[in-house]
């Protein structure tokens, strides 16, 4: 258990609709980042946050967004949902903001797009 | 890009050790060497990290050639619960996002 918890852990949703996953960090952690992993894809950075501000971008669509909150825990909000956007949804948690710390990964969420 | 070049996949027999390489002839002075592992499909897990010297843990033993260009992921007595995609990334030490290539897939075999 790496103490990075996620929900929900299944979502099953349809086309155009919007969608919240939620991420809670390792005690003590101030970072936190949010990769999208598809079959044919691998595990692809989306997004990191630390203390509450966003410090790194990757290969997030427009139509996704993130946000850390004060508490900490972090949310990724996925809208206008295309069958491509089925995928496995990680969120991590490092101590400081620095990449190079060890990022510890929460359970994921499995999204599917019907 | 991955930094980092490995092979597709490996198999080992139980109770073995498994050495998983790991190229990365670009790797710059202030670049970390990071491996994780996901089984199935769980969450990816730290396994160990180094800069330049060899590194130990509870779980592996981490080999780091002199010019950096290259590492070695050992499990010393692999079972069946390493089976898993082994991640090697190299992470600069500041800001940076982190970058996984498709791993290598070890298959432990009874």
């Known amino acids: 258990d790496s103490g990075v918890t996620q929900t929900p852990k299944h979502l099953i949703t349809a086309t155009g609709q919007r969608v919240t996953l939620r991420c809670s960090p390792r005690?003590?952690?101030?970072?936190v980042y949010w990769y999208q992993q598809s079959l044919d894809q691998g595990l692809q950075f989306l997004i990191q946050?630390?203390?509450?501000?966003?410090?790194a971008k990757g290969n997030i669509l427009e139509r996704f967004s993130a946000q850390q909150f004060p508490d900490l825990h972090s949310e990724l909000n996925l809208s206008s949902l295309e069958l491509g956007d089925s995928a496995l949804y990680f969120c991590?948690?490092?101590?400081?903001?620095?990449?190079?710390?060890?990022?510890?990964f929460g359970p994921g969420t499995r999204l599917t797009v019907l | 890009d991955a930094k980092t070049t490995q092979p597709t996949s490996m198999d080992c027999a139980e109770g073995r050790a498994a050495n998983l390489p790991c190229n990365h002839s670009?790797?710059?002075?202030?670049?970390?060497v990071y491996w994780y592992r996901q089984i199935h499909s769980q969450g990816p897990q730290y396994i160990i990290h180094?800069?330049?010297n060899n590194e130990t843990n509870e779980m592996a033993s981490l080999i780091i050639t002199e010019d950096r260009k290259s590492s070695t992921l050992i499990l010393p007595h692999a079972t069946l619960r390493d089976t898993a995609v082994y991640y090697c990334?190299?992470?600069?030490?500041?800001?940076?996002?982190?970058?996984f290539g498709p791993g290598t897939s070890l298959s432990v075999i009874p």
């Open positions: 670009t790797i710059s002075g202030n670049e970390y």
């Open positions: 990334i190299v992470i600069q030490t500041s800001y940076d996002k982190v970058i």
């Open positions: 005690s003590g952690d101030l970072s």
């Open positions: 946050y630390y203390n509450g501000e966003e410090r």
């Open positions: 991590a948690s490092s101590a400081r903001v620095r990449s190079s710390d060890t990022q510890y």
């Open positions: 180094g800069l330049k």
